[in-house]
């Protein structure tokens, strides 16, 4: 199980091509939370979660993992403590499902050598089965469904044993089975968690905090039976909420209609 770190952004700005699209954005997550970013469309998430993992960097502010500023970290130091699963992914390559997993175990290699370690090959097997690839370990990763391929960079990123990862609407192309699981398996794998999420409901059920941004501001945080109000989501979403209670579990859920 990977050690978590506290992640800390303090007053991040982030321009791109001359636009501020994200404007003194300051959260904090503590070691081993889940933590949530909500939002209408184009309202930053991606973008700072850019920021987050090293893709952009920000024009004020810093993103701190354990007090050590992230962007002043070498690419191999970073990718040692920080995975992310985006949603926009390439392959130029055909690698089988086993090779794109294994990929993950890269930062902590040394030198050239190889997958060969038995202890590397044991995690690998370990989080194919997890995220349920294993009857598709030979298979190539361009020939995978969306969800397939989603599944796969899953495993990739847990095999990366990273202190904090970045999970950018991890539910993307999910059925509802998967949808269910995978955020239930970023918090068991035991690192600081960072997503982005478009369902509610999931974030209610899986997130010890969020944060609510509009146009680049953050607008709302706390946990999710404080932030997740009627009113609120009228005005940041432009939808009635009706909360209500899982008839089993007793966690918040909500049913939406428009105004």
């Known amino acids: 199980m990977a050690k978590a770190e506290e992640l800390l952004v303090e007053g991040v700005s982030v321009e791109l091509a001359g636009a501020r699209l994200v404007h003194e954005v300051g959260l904090r997550a503590a070691p081993g939370q889940v933590v949530g970013l909500i939002g209408p469309n184009g309202s930053g998430k991606s973008t700072l979660l850019r920021c987050v993992y090293r893709v952009l960097r920000p024009a004020g502010g810093s993103v701190r993992l354990d007090g050590e500023d992230l962007h002043a970290l070498t690419p191999r130091e970073s990718a040692r403590r920080v995975a992310a699963l985006t949603q ?113 409901n999931l974030a209610a059920a899986h997130c010890d905090l969020l944060y609510v941004l509009r146009a680049g501001r953050i607008v709302a945080s706390g946990p999710p039976e404080e932030v997740l109000r009627p009113e609120l989501l009228a005005e ?12 089993l579990t007793g966690a918040l859920q909500l049913l939406f209609d428009r105004l």
């Open 236 to 247: 940041v979403f432009g939808v009635r909420a009706t909360p209500v209670r899982h008839p």
């Open 88 to 200: 926009e992914h390439s392959a130029e390559f055909d690698f089988t499902v086993a090779e794109v997993v294994a990929m993950g175990r890269l930062p902590h290699r040394r030198g050239l050598s190889g997958p060969g370690a038995a202890d590397e090959a044991e995690r690998c097997a370990w989080a194919i089965r997890r995220v349920g690839v294993e009857h598709l370990a030979e298979r190539g990763f361009l020939n995978l469904s969306g969800g397939e391929k989603q599944r796969t960079l899953i495993a990739r990123a847990l095999v990366q044993e990273p202190r904090l990862l970045v999970l950018d609407e991890p539910t993307n192309h999910l059925d509802v089975a998967h949808q269910l699981e995978v955020l239930a398996l970023a918090r068991e794998a035991g690192p600081t968690v960072l997503t982005a999420l478009h369902d509610l």
